[in-house]
């Protein structure tokens, strides 16, 4: 899965195909690190305060912890995890979830899936239904290689359409029906709906009903942990009623999938829920932080922010600020804003495509032009979607290189 | 700089690297873009609308008018255009803009003037400052490769480092003064900071003085024509003066570069001005199209909008809306939001992670799941940032692939 390579070699490595790689100055530059693409693991021992910036990087004595957290949790719950890989899009932290007890993983996309097959993860579901010819070919093609991808669908025609796709490619596709919680964004209407879709695929050839999913996106972010319960039981109750109609008229039901990081303590109320599609808690982000959770109704403390943006000042020659080297293409512009970590009395901004912003109130500290802070994410998703690889970092010290494999991967 | 590659022999040299490619299938994933990642042109010749989704487009004829447009207006202005490549990232683009006669291009990062001098761009000219060593070793190792590589700087220290690490590399760098227009962002104060600081550089060894930057970001979306020359020329005033006491103290003055879409042709009123560093003008965007221009108020019409995203409806089962395949991570979260081309009645929503919404509101049309549609984007940098490539399309034909090879080089 990865290989062993000393920082020298490495170094002179890459630098056999890129120009400008001294190898008696520190860091790593995204073309050096796309020169060596083809791993996806790439050990490391540098500090994190050596890398070049913007950096993203993973703290894993945090990611491990929150692994850890979430998987006593839901096994304390009696129900599985199943990540959800559109947040990470990195072989090495799927293989971190399956070891530490997840079922398998979760993608959006089919572009996810294949990469994340491809890299030897073999269980995957696809939680978005495949409408194109294009992409119907592609999964169908996935399944004939991979007995573990299982895939989504939400209309009878649909349906139909991954069953003609199923017998040309001479393959049994595994499929769970989508269903909607209320958002009318994807998935089939609780109920009847979704019941006769799944009677459908029991009964269509080269398809086998393996159960549902219901992601409730909505509720995952609702403040306060009380409040959040409340809406999450709700809008699940219906699916709950369509798993035991589905139940109930025999059909296949050893797979109910839905919540998230906002819920994966309340989820498994919901009756026949099997497992939780989590996936911001490997990371945290200042969205998440901000929801509250059942012991600080404040800050959501259930899960440590392990993903980290590096950053370097540029500008610090004007009174009350400073500018930075991550702007919006480092940071992208969600909100909360980042956070500086370790630091008070300071925001930070990343409106700006190229630069970010410090504004000062009572500081903590104050930086200099060639100072390097780190910044906890805004938005975990988008972020790392920015990035083709990550650092993977324990006591300030890079342990490994983790390439972002299915960055960019939106088809 | 491309070669021809029939889209049959294409298809199949990408199948051999990846899994799930049938040559019997339209379009082409971004798994297989990647497999030929040592091509920055790919000829093809396929309808734009058998790509698969979500897919970055740009229109040739509109591209090309943009292009026309800039060169033909900066000319009649007396001054030249250098191009920023922060935009569009695309070795591609930057050799068209300079074959129609623009002086260079400008990057804002390191890595960017790396990927563009590696692809054969010679003219560079990096406007924000290095201020790591790592990044002014990488600096100097490319002036020593590309004698057409200039750079910045805003501070007597920072010049001072740049003359230490010219030296020790053995090269003489060329470098401007980067001038701060009032946003207190990057750059120097106008007058005399700046003053001192061209004339240090004029005397420290290793380099040598080509002028001065001053780029004024906060003005190019200023609403309405007559507000914004107003804005621009007041806030380049100073700029403007010091450009004059450069002069008086015989510094060289041959590059004041400044300005951008927004102002392109405001900006040589300001007195010194030789070139602006224009980038969205090749693209346009929602933003760009709000902030009206010389001959309409309303709308900004001087440049075609080029760069759209093709998308697939996913859901169309609830009533006033569809779902669609392109959310934040392939249009980015910025407003106003995607503008749906050639359609009334409707409105575009990027804010979820996965997928669009589209709501309808007297729609001139509606969608069926598998239909696509092409969206105007919100905000052209940061989206161009989360593709590999783009699609080269002249009437609804994609004629190239272009590689987006300096996406995510924000370090």
Redesign the interface.
């Known amino acids: 899965m990865g290989r062993s390579l000393p920082r020298r070699r490495f170094l002179q490595a890459a630098g056999a195909a890129?120009?400008?790689?001294?190898t008696s100055?520190?860091?790593f530059?995204?073309?050096e690190m796309r020169s060596m693409a083809a791993d996806d693991v790439i050990q490391a021992d540098i500090s994190k305060w050596e890398l070049?910036?913007?950096?993203l990087c993973v703290d894993l004595d945090a990611l491990e912890a929150n692994l850890a957290t979430m998987q006593s949790t839901v096994t304390r719950n009696g129900i599985a995890s199943r990540p959800h890989a559109?947040t990470h899009k990195c072989p090495q932290i799927a293989r971190m979830q399956l070891q530490r007890g997840s079922v398998g993983i979760c993608t959006?996309?089919v572009?996810e899936a294949?990469?994340m097959?491809?890299h030897g993860i073999d269980q995957v579901l696809m939680t978005?239904?495949n409408?194109?010819?294009?992409?119907i070919?592609?999964a169908m093609?996935?399944r004939r290689?991979y007995p573990g991808f299982v895939q989504a669908t939400?209309?009878p025609?649909?349906a139909r359409d991954l069953s003609a796709a199923a017998q040309a490619a001479g393959v049994t596709a595994d499929v769970v029906v989508d269903v909607d919680p209320g958002g009318?964004?994807?998935?089939?209407?609780p109920g009847q709906p979704a019941l006769q879709l799944a009677q459908l695929i029991d009964q269509l050839p080269g398809l086998r009903l393996v159960g549902m999913l219901c992601y409730d996106?909505g509720s995952q972010h609702v403040q306060g942990f009380g409040a959040r319960r409340a809406q999450t039981l709700e809008r699940l109750a219906p699916a709950s009623e369509t798993f035991n109609m589905m139940q109930r008229s025999g059909l296949n039901t050893e797979i109910f999938s839905g919540g998230g990081t906002g819920t994966y303590n309340i989820d498994h109320e919901a009756h026949g829920l099997t497992d939780v599609q989590v996936g911001s808690y490997a990371f945290m982000d200042a969205q998440y932080l901000a929801i509250g959770g059942s012991s600080d109704d404040e800050v959501y403390t259930d899960f440590q922010p392990s993903l980290t943006i590096l950053t370097?000042?540029?500008?610090s020659?004007?009174e009350g600020?400073a500018?930075t080297?991550?702007g919006?293409?480092?940071c992208?512009?969600?909100q909360p804003w980042p956070i500086v970590k370790g630091e008070t009395g300071m925001s930070y901004r990343s409106g700006?495509?190229?630069?970010g912003?410090l504004l000062y109130d009572n500081p903590s500290r104050t930086y200099r032009?060639?100072d390097k802070l780190e910044v906890i994410v805004s938005h975990c998703?988008?972020v790392v979607?920015?990035?083709?690889q990550m650092y993977a970092v324990r006591n300030d010290r890079v342990e490994a290189i983790w390439r972002i494999a299915a960055r960019?991967?939106?088809?």
Do not use: C, W
């Not at 409408?131 to 992409?135: C, G, L, Q, S």
């Not at 960019?408 to 088809?411: R, T, V």
């Open positions: 890129v120009v400008g790689v001294p100055v520190k860091g530059t995204t073309t070049d910036t913007p950096a559109k959006a996309k572009g294949e990469v097959l491809e978005t239904s409408v194109t010819p294009f992409k070919e592609r093609r996935l290689f939400d209309t025609d649909n009318r964004r994807t998935g089939i209407t996106g370097t000042v540029l500008n020659q004007y600020r500018t080297d991550a919006a293409k480092a992208t512009i969600n700006s495509d190229e630069f912003t032009t060639g998703d988008p979607n920015l990035y083709d960019g991967m939106s088809a």
